[in-house]
């Protein structure tokens, strides 16, 4: 076999696998669903699942991914093979899937960089909602705007896994990081802020439901991007010396702080410009050109927030795409470069009824009352990450748990205090865990 890329450091790839968590998921749809699901309450079980069940999937797919040096369906071929395989394909459609419609909403991003650049993005808050509301629905613009995001995927996954995709998030991630805290700064001080991150911060029991589980767990799976073989396939370009367990709770970390450092930016501001909290998707697009229209220096801040936003996206959008681009190389010698290409026109093409059920189709619906774009989101976020995180789980706590044990500790070279809590977790309390949750939000 020829010889894999691998990253160029830690730092690098755990910038990269951070990368791909940070994205959309924390700064976009964390804020919206907190603000649908009752704020603080929401936030807690969200954080509960990221640091038990995601934490120890991330570090299963890191250890799969490693230890076989491939794609995902290979990486499971090559660890047991049987039925096996069946999960990373199952992994690499829901990639497929959330590529095209994520590419949709990373669209609306760029297309709102241009807009805060020419100045289009002024009125009150209901002036920028009605803005909001005709630019998604527009059946051209949009999908324009998606087939350009699609395009700067396909760019940098051309670059390779060293010099385009780590190379990309050793600059980018810790800009976006500095920019969040000076627009929370704003956010947070603006009048009637407080009740904002009262809502956020102080959990209310009571409205703790069922649905409230399944919507936290399914982020945390969308947030983390795990349950579908991204992580494995970052895992495969790993050396053999790397600690698996810290590069996991780095990014998990990095990630949680990245959703919590939104939901600061998101919800105080809702609150201040009296926005129902609950208003859905449309919550990032519309509150944020209301708070850069108070700031002094608004513009700027509003350009560079889109920009770095486009580009947390696009660090994800890759790691969405390479599993696939990994899968035809390792198994069938296909050129990457051709299958980026390739796989990038499909995807564009995919993601066109997403962009559509916003307008001109959306009385087209799917599941229940839920359009193309809710329904695609749903059956990846809510059943094939989950289900798929089930799998791994049971595949790393049972099947290859001797193999595993060896991979996290570097053939016992590394001291892993948790080895056996993550086992633990892997062998009952993730797949029993995701298993009643799904079944409760069925
Ligand atoms: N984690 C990304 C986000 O939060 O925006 C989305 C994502 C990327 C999901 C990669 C799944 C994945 F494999």
């Not at 996290?408 to 309390?429: D, H, M, Q, S, Y």
């Amino acid at each position: 076999m020829k010889s894999r890329e691998q990253w160029g450091s830690r730092l690098g790839f755990v910038l990269a696998a951070a990368g791909s968590a940070v994205g959309l998921g924390n700064i976009w749809k964390f804020p919206y669903m907190t603000g649908q699901n009752g704020g603080g309450a929401f936030l807690i079980i969200y954080l509960f699942f990221v640091f038990t069940i995601g934490l120890s999937v991330m570090l299963a797919e890191f250890a799969i991914g490693r230890a076989a040096q491939r794609n995902p369906i290979g990486a499971f071929a090559v660890l047991k093979g049987k039925a096996w395989p069946l999960v990373g394909a199952i992994g690499m459609i829901a990639g497929f899937l959330i590529l095209s419609f994520y590419s949709v909403v990373a669209g609306w991003t760029i297309a709102y960089i241009v807009k805060m650049a020419s100045g289009t993005l002024v009125g009150d808050a209901d002036a920028l909602g009605a803005a909001f509301g005709s630019f998604i629905s527009d059946p051209v613009e949009p999908i324009l705007y998606h087939a350009l995001f699609m395009g700067l995927t396909v760019a940098v996954v051309l670059g390779g896994v060293h010099d385009g995709i780590e190379r990309a998030c050793k600059v980018l991630m810790p800009m976006l990081f500095v920019l969040l805290i000076v627009l929370i700064i704003r956010a947070v001080t603006l009048p009637g802020a407080e009740k904002g991150l009262a809502f956020f911060l102080m959990p209310d029991f009571s409205k703790i439901s069922a649905d409230m589980f399944n919507a936290a767990l399914s982020q945390a799976f969308f947030s983390l991007s795990i349950g579908m073989g991204a992580m494995i396939t970052y895992g495969s370009y790993l050396n053999r010396h790397e600690n698996l367990g810290k590069s996991a709770l780095w990014v998990t970390s990095l990630d949680s702080i990245v959703a919590v450092l939104a939901g600061l930016l998101i919800l105080p501001a809702v609150f201040a410009f009296g926005f129902d909290p609950a208003a859905g998707p449309g919550l990032t697009f519309i509150t944020l050109p209301a708070v850069f229209a108070q700031m002094p220096g608004g513009v700027f801040f509003g350009i560079l927030f889109f920009l770095l936003l486009t580009v947390a996206a696009l660090t994800s959008a890759v790691s969405l795409m390479q599993p696939i681009i990994a899968y035809f190389s390792d198994e069938k010698g296909w050129n990457p470069k051709v299958s980026a290409v390739f796989f990038g026109i499909v995807i564009f093409v995919l993601g066109i009824p997403s962009s559509l059920s916003l307008g001109i189709w959306s009385d087209f619906h799917i599941i229940g009352e839920k359009g193309f774009l809710d329904s695609v989101d749903y059956i990846t976020s809510n059943l094939m990450m989950p289900i798929g995180g089930i799998m791994t789980s049971l595949f790393v706590g049972w099947v290859v748990a001797d193999k595993m044990k060896d991979e996290a500790t570097n053939n016992n070279e590394k001291k892993f205090k948790f080895l056996n809590g993550w086992l633990f977790i892997c062998r009952f309390l993730a797949p029993l865990g995701i298993s009643w949750v799904l079944i409760s939000g069925l």
